[in-house]
């Protein structure tokens, strides 16, 4: 089963920085776009940042300047990493990562999501 795996989030005071993977499981699953979304307690799941598989980035106006997203393609990660932080940054962030997967001579596209991690800015 393909999975995609988040980590690097935790608790960090206002001003600081985090960077959050998301790495991809298994060998047969290649990413090649991804998205970083974000739910705080009470809201609807927005799109933070995003990478097309062409290198292309899109920012929420909240974030711009301030977070970046890049993905390795040679280790099937993303990262977003996360600077001046502000406690309204407070959420789950979720990776969405588009990709193709290869089993045995056949080419299936899926779009799979991470569990999620907790990145909490404390003010």
């Known amino acids: 089963q393909v999975q995609v795996v988040e980590s690097g989030g935790g608790l960090v005071q206002a001003g600081g920085s985090l960077r959050l993977s998301c790495a991809a499981s298994?060998?047969?699953?290649?990413?090649?776009?991804i998205g970083w979304y974000r739910q705080a307690p009470g809201k609807q799941r927005e799109l933070v940042a995003s990478i097309s598989s062409g290198g292309s980035t899109n920012y929420a106006d909240s974030v711009k300047g301030r977070f970046t997203i890049s993905r390795e393609s040679a280790k099937n990660t993303g990262y977003l990493q996360m600077n001046s932080l502000k406690h309204e940054d407070t959420a789950v962030y979720y990776c969405n990562a588009v990709g193709v997967e290869v089993v045995g001579g056949t080419v299936g596209y899926l779009e799979v999501w991470g569990q999620g991690t907790l990145v909490t800015v404390s003010s």
């Open positions: 298994g060998s047969t699953f290649s990413i090649n776009a």
